[in-house]
Nanobody
Framework: QVQLVESGGGLVQAGGSLRLSCAAS????????MGWFRQPPEKEREFVAS????????DYADSVRGRFTISRDNAENTVYLQMNSLNPEDTAVYYC?????????????????WGQGTQVTVSS
């Protein structure tokens, strides 16, 4: 089982940027598709972005496409989420997750391993 640890969250003003990182515990990380999800206050956890194991395929929620970029470094066992042009609606706990699949997927139930989450707060 892959253990995941997110970092990089914090408080930022609207229009600002943050870069989230997710470090994985195992070298088999490179065989997992990876995803980022977020859970705004009092709302359901939602899909943000995903990336295939070779980083050849990415997928984004409509609400973040063009502002967020997912990437991965398999040599470092790390996946990133670069978030630009942040707005208060992006405020949430952000989670990374690992999926033993060859394709990118959006469903929460398809991801087997989850990190503890990192808080992102965007002030207006």
């Amino acid at each position: 089982q892959v253990q995941l640890v997110e970092s990089g969250g914090g408080l930022v003003q609207a229009g600002g940027s943050l870069r989230l990182s997710c470090a994985a515990s195992e070298r088999t990380f490179r065989s997992y598709a990876m995803g980022w999800f977020r859970q705004p206050p009092e709302k359901e956890r939602e899909f943000v972005a995903s990336i295939s194991w070779r980083a050849g395929t990415t997928d984004y929620a409509d609400s973040v496409r063009g502002r967020f970029t997912i990437s991965r470094d398999n040599a470092e066992n790390t996946v990133y989420l670069q978030m630009n042009s942040l707005n208060p609606e992006d405020t949430a706990v952000y989670y990374c997750a690992a999926d033993q699949a060859l394709i990118v997927r959006r469903g929460r139930l398809e991801y087997d391993n989850w990190g503890q989450g990192t808080q992102v707060t965007v002030s207006s």
